[in-house]
């Protein structure tokens, strides 16, 4: 049973268009963390939220923590093909082991 | 940075074998270890937990006695998966527990198919 259910699970947009990825569960984590894979290879982290209404900023992507550490977005502005990739939300138990969403891969067209 | 070192990063084999994947901490002593596997366009799923010195925790649904995990060493989590099927042809992926609160380090993955 996979706990964190990520919204679209596949989304095609244009170069240059916005985007908003989500990551909801009914529990409660410790902290959340967004990776992102490549075909073939292993994820790889981009941030790291861990306080209930914590933003973050990676130059176009913005992050977001629920105030009740239960949910997440990702922001992506003006997406470019390089942005194209699985985008996996991974909630921390206990700051043990980490469980990852089901996934939204997104495809960015020049 | 932390570094995870997996081996292979692809194998065949012919079901009724088995096949062992390494996991290793590069440059930091790795006391937790998690195993993945992941199917074609799907998320990661967490498979077991490998802590050093001791058994592995599985997750619920995981055959313990099909995929053996030892954890020997501080440097060194291995995966063997007995007697694979076709099934079992997969991506697996290792991480560890890297310093700092929040840190985990992947490794690149390990392409499994059992022909």
């Known amino acids: 049973t996979q706990l964190l259910e990520q919204s679209p699970q596949f989304l095609s947009i244009q170069e240059g268009e916005n985007l908003t990825v989500y990551c909801n569960s009914s529990s409660v984590f410790s902290s959340l963390q967004w990776y992102r894979q490549e075909p073939g290879e292993g994820p790889v982290l981009l941030v790291t939220?861990?306080?209930?209404?914590e933003v973050k900023k990676l130059k176009r992507l913005t992050f977001q923590f629920g105030d009740a550490r239960k949910d997440s977005s990702l922001h992506i502005t003006a997406a470019q093909p390089g942005d194209t990739g699985l985008y996996l939300c991974a909630g921390s138990e206990g700051f043990q082991k980490l469980v990852f969403g089901t996934g939204t891969r997104l495809l960015v067209s020049p | 940075g932390a570094v995870v070192s997996q081996h292979p990063s692809w194998v065949i084999c012919k079901s009724g074998t088995s096949v062992k994947i390494e996991c290793r901490s590069l440059d930091f002593q790795a006391t937790t270890m998690f195993w993945y596997r992941q199917f074609p366009k799907q998320s990661l799923m967490l498979m077991a937990t490998?802590?050093?010195?001791?058994?592995?925790?599985?997750e619920q649904g995981v055959e313990k006695d099909k995929f053996l995990i030892n954890h020997a060493s501080l440097t060194l989590s291995t995966l063997t998966v007995t007697s694979a099927h076709p099934e079992d042809s997969s991506f697996y992926i290792c991480s560890a527990r890297t310093q700092g609160l929040y840190g985990y380090t992947f490794g690149s993955g390990t392409r499994l198919t059992v022909v």
């Open positions: 939220v861990v306080t209930g209404g």
């Open positions: 490998s802590n050093e010195g001791s058994k592995a925790t599985y």
